[in-house]
T-cell receptor, first 112, second 113 residues
Framework: AQSVTQLGSHVSVSEGALVLLRCNYS??????LFWYVQYPNQGLQLLLK??????LVKGINGFEAEFKKSETSFHLTKPSAHMSDAAEYFC??????????FGKGTRLHILP | GAGVSQSPSNKVTEKGKDVELRCDPI?????LYWYRQRLGQGLEFLIY????????KSGLPSDRFSAERTGESVSTLTIQRTQQEDSAVYLC???????????FGSGTRLTVV
């Protein structure tokens, strides 16, 4: 069965600094991988997704993630953090049956 | 509609009462999912509908939970004899099966007192 592990339930970065949110997955078949963002008091929004095309995936708001099969990772990055990036970020995986399994989430705090 | 619509947005109920939560998916989306998000936790899969196939109920936590969907339209999640541990945000999502990635509704915040 597929699963997702997000390292760090809380991550703090300074405004303008690199954002790195870690995600490792487990899947018995080539996975589809996702990052979702949840802003305070809002629903979940798809940030980006990997579906076996290019391993470097670009998403909205300047975020990107790289699929590394050898490391079973799909870490999310952004070169320069902005105050508006403060939110909860969820990594997720699905395989052939289209059901998506979510990680426990990482809350990103941006320090002024 | 333009997005996934859930109602009510907030629901406060007394312990032991039954509640019904409604989800209107995006028109044309064949797949519909229910998730639960407890305070400070990730999303817990509950149930998945795909077209006219039998639903995947593997995530329902107890027999107090049930869900229905008529065709490819509205779905209702019912929780019978609510307990305080049922307090959570219940999220609905829909998708086209050949386009990976869901569209989520804003959720129903359920509080059992």
């Amino acid at each position: 069965a597929q699963s997702v592990t997000q390292l760090g339930s809380h991550v703090s970065v300074s405004e303008g600094a690199l954002v790195l949110l870690r995600c490792n997955y487990s899947s018995s078949v080539p996975p589809y991988l996702f990052w979702y963002v949840q802003y305070p008091n809002q629903g979940l929004q798809l940030l980006l997704k990997y579906t076996s095309a290019a391993t470097l995936v670009k998403g909205i708001n300047g975020f990107e993630a790289e699929f590394k099969k050898s490391e079973t990772s799909f870490h999310l990055t952004k070169p320069s953090a902005h105050m508006s990036d403060a939110a909860e970020y969820f990594c997720a995986v699905s395989d052939k049956d289209d059901k998506i399994i979510f990680g426990k989430g990482t809350r990103l705090h941006i320090l002024p | 509609g333009a997005g996934v619509s859930q109602s009510p947005s907030n629901k406060v109920t007394e312990k032991g009462k039954d509640v019904e939560l409604r989800c209107d998916p995006i028109s044309g989306h064949t797949a519909l999912y229910w998730y639960r998000q407890r305070l400070g936790q990730g999303l817990e899969f509950l149930i998945y509908f795909q077209g006219n196939s039998a639903p995947d109920k593997s995530g329902l936590p107890s027999d107090r939970f049930s869900a229905e969907r008529t065709g490819e339209s509205v779905s209702t999640l019912t929780i019978q004899r609510t307990q305080q541990e049922d307090s959570a945000v219940y999220l609905c999502a829909s998708s086209l099966v050949d386009i990976r990635g869901y569209t989520f509704g804003s959720g129903t915040r359920l509080t059992v007192v």
